[in-house]
């Protein structure tokens, strides 16, 4: 088991399709991916950059987290979100060595992944998502 590569920064924008406009002329090219993930009350915009990607998250209620960040930040970055190939592997090893997390048990996100989220506390202030790919193993 290990930690891979970071697979994306989550940044929280106030309007989906004016950030969308700044990062499409900023990065040259259009996002791959919009997803709403309705769990969460987000939507996601995805672009890729390299071997990680940015991915844009605007509220669409005022319970989404992303509301509630806005509510006390300005938009900007969010989270970073690190690739693992055994989320609860991870999750168990960092829980044993007294890591702090939002959710412990990973749940569905956006982009075909599993996710848990590390409290900034317990990660150097970094709001910081483990994820991993799902593939039909783990779902079944
Ligand atoms: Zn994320």
Redesign the pocket.
Known sequence: MAILKI????IAVNDASAAKKVFEQLLGKPSFKEELVESESVN?IFYELGESKL?L?EATDESSAIAKYLGKNRPGI??M?VLVDDIYAEVKRLQELGFHFINPEPKQ???N?L?VFIHPKSAGGILL?L?QEINGKLLG
């Open positions: 697979e994306h920064l989550g996601t991915e998250l969010h989270h979100a996100g956006a982009d992944k996710i998502e994820c």
